[in-house]
């Protein structure tokens, strides 16, 4: 499984919360739910002040890419004494370090994909060093369409994804450095039956690690759910047989999120995302367009380019809607930007403020792209 199909699924892993936990009473279950500023359901008590230390979360997988199904995550939230001292003398405000998250998670789908693994996502010295890693074995199945055919290839991609990822906050500024490995270990089966009958399916296993490096900005006022800030990455990864993998080449990654709350009920969020790799790539490393809308892979090149906007309104201290849309060129080596078509998507949604303390949103989007309706349930922000 490469990590840009891996990254984007679990992106677009549907979290919805439960109530459903071990504790000693029912009773003190209940309170621990309820936000006593507001009298509203709430998580953030339950999350950070429970000794056991975990959440557990069913979650839907709704990505056309891969079908319908779900699974279960139990999720630890790491306070550290200085983030509940804070906390505690603030009952009011959210937390002004993100505490660390750890996870366990597990699920398949209606197509015959799976996925399991655990991950950990942390920060220490006052969010100075920030570190995510990864191991996930998965397998999916996917369809690939080839450059000037309509019908796609159906293939399943199935191994082990192990990531690395670090990055240093420079001096006391938004701006950070970082580096990242990453590992596949895949055995991929094309089915071509479809497309040329009397072909037998046939199996090609690969590795493939790369080496990262990046410059990154942030000055988003919330790890989870961000309103205001702005957050920007220029990142480039090498891929070679010296570092563990079989293939060769180079990818060049470029983003740019912006939040901009415009009064007191509206907020607006622009995204900018191009993406680019060498042209001795494996079929599966080019990137695709990401979009909400859009199934993982079904516009894919060498080079994409892409831009979405989200607009939302408060409907109340805990609810607001939302609407989005976006266009992206997934642009061949053969072809030019200009030449390129726009892929376009759109739809709208709404959030619920389920922690009050971490910030923490979430919610449904539902989204029309060029071929098909896709349903998304969110937990945090839909922008990595």
């Known amino acids: 499984m490469t990590q840009g199909i891996t990254v984007t699924v679990l992106r677009r892993i549907a979290l919805a919360l439960s109530l459903v936990c071990c504790h000693n009473a029912a009773a003190s279950v209940f309170d621990q739910m309820i936000d006593p500023q507001d009298g509203q359901l709430d998580m953030s008590q339950w999350i950070l002040n429970n000794a056991h230390g975990f959440m557990p979360v069913p979650f839907l997988i709704t990505d056309p890419a891969v079908g319908t199904g779900g699974g279960v995550a139990l999720i630890f939230f790491h ?131 790369s080496l990262g490096l990046k410059l990154s900005y942030d000055s988003l006022n919330n790890k989870f759910s961000p309103s205001q800030g702005i957050k920007a990455k220029l990142e480039t990864k090498w891929h070679h047989p010296n570092l563990g993998g079989d293939f060769d080449y180079r990818e060049i990654n470029a983003l740019i999120f912006h939040y901009q709350k415009l009064n007191h009920d509206w907020g607006l969020a622009l995204r900018g995302d191009a993406k680019a790799v060498s042209d001795d790539a494996p079929y599966y490393a080019k990137p695709f367009i990401n979009l909400r809308g859009i199934p993982a892979m079904r516009y894919q090149a060498e080079q994409t380019a892409l831009a979405e906007f989200e607009l939302s309104y408060a409907l109340a201290p805990r609810w607001a809607l939302l609407g989005f849309a976006g266009s992206g060129k997934a642009i061949a080596e053969s072809s030019n930007f200009a030449d390129s078509k726009w892929r376009s998507a759109a739809g709208m949604g709404f959030r619920y403020l389920i922690a009050n303390k971490l910030g923490l949103l979430t919610g449904l989007d539902l989204a029309k792209g060029p071929e098909e309706w896709a349903l998304y349930i969110q937990f945090g922000t839909a922008w990595r």
């Open 79 to 209: 306070e550290t004494q200085e983030q509940k001292d804070y906390r505690l003398a603030n009952p009011t405000k959210q937390g002004h370090i993100p505490p660390s998250v750890s996870g366990v998670v597990a699920g398949g789908t209606d197509n015959g994909s799976r996925l399991a693994g655990v991950f950990h996502a942390g920060n220490w010295q006052q969010d100075s060093i920030r570190y995510i890693g990864a191991l996930f074995s998965t397998s999916f199945n996917l369809k690939y369409y080839p450059e000037q055919r309509p019908e796609p290839n159906k293939f399943n991609i199935e191994g082990l994804f192990f990531y690395q990822d670090i990055d240093l906050r420079i001096k006391d500024s938004g701006f950070f450095v970082g580096a990242n490995y990453t590992f596949l270990d895949t055995d991929t089966q094309f089915d071509l039956s479809d497309n040329l009958p009397g072909i037998d399916p046939f199996s090609l296993d690969s590795q493939d690690a």
